[in-house]
T-cell receptor, first 117, second 113 residues
Framework: GAVVSQHPSRVICKSGTSVKIECRSLDFQATTMFWYRQFPKKSLMLMAT?????????EQGVEKDKFLINHASLTLSTLTVTSAHPEDSSFYICSARLAGGGTGELFFGEGSRLTVL | GENVEQHPSTLSVQEGDSAVIKCTYSDSASNYFPWYKQELGKRPQLIID?????GEKKDQRIAVTLNKTAKHFSLHITETQPEDSAVYFCAARPYSGNTPLVFGKGTRLSVIA
């Protein structure tokens, strides 16, 4: 299947700093990527839809100024958590679908565990 | 928008027994229903999916059934093994376009040897 790579897998930062997470589709082009957040023992909560070459679409309740998303190419989307706080600590997972839809399957990155001290 | 409900939240079965997880959805426009398995600390992996033009799909020990009229779909795992222990998520979305998947809350399956 298609491969989505996410980096870093773990990051620890101090409150007030910003953290960037990268999501890459390694062997396919993805015009759309999705960013999810997962709390311990909880479901995948959609944060935003990242569209190549245009602004991301954020879900209700997600602060666009805090979670900056950039999708500059067909293989890379980035999520930047700005001015991080301890409550931002979570597991962030990106996912991508083949450009053109393909089978409809969503491919997930490995996830990034953010810990804000 | 779409809302997906999943039950039960936890499920324990003896090795060799069957496990059934049920989901309901609200948006009649949804026509793609995947199931993902997530092991602790790892990414979700697609295990089976079904589209609304079929009522049942089977892949070895795993099967999914869909009742579009009632808006519910179920995952069936037969002859469970300890390695089936994980969290399982159902999801739904309209197949066309770039709409995101909406996930259920997950079911933690424990297979007891």
């Amino acid at each position: 299947g298609a491969v989505v790579s996410q980096h870093p897998s773990r990051v620890i930062c101090k409150s007030g700093t910003s953290v960037k997470i990268e999501c890459r589709s390694l062997d396919f082009q993805a015009t759309t990527m999705f960013w999810y957040r997962q709390f311990p023992k909880k479901s995948l909560m959609l944060m935003a839809t990242s569209n190549e070459g245009s602004k991301a679409t954020y879900e209700q309740g997600v602060e666009k100024d805090k979670f900056l998303i950039n999708h500059a190419s067909l293989t890379l989307s980035t999520l930047t958590v700005t001015s991080a706080h301890p409550e931002d600590s979570s597991f962030y997972i990106c996912s991508a679908r083949l450009a053109g839809g393909g089978t409809g399957e969503l491919f997930f990155g490995e996830g990034s565990r953010l810990t804000v001290l | 928008g779409e809302n997906v409900e999943q039950h039960p939240s936890t499920l324990s079965v003896q090795e060799g027994d069957s496990a059934v997880i049920k989901c309901t959805y609200s948006d009649s426009a949804s026509n793609y229903f995947p199931w993902y398995k997530q092991e602790l600390g790892k990414r979700p992996q697609l295990i089976i999916d079904i589209r609304s033009n079929v009522g049942e799909k089977k892949d070895q020990r795993i099967a999914v059934t869909l009742n579009k009229t009632a808006k519910h779909f179920s995952l069936h795992i037969t002859e469970t093994q300890p390695e089936d222990s994980a969290v399982y998520f159902c999801a739904a979305r309209p197949y066309s376009g770039n709409t995101p998947l909406v996930f259920g809350k997950g079911t933690r399956l424990s297979v007891i040897a």
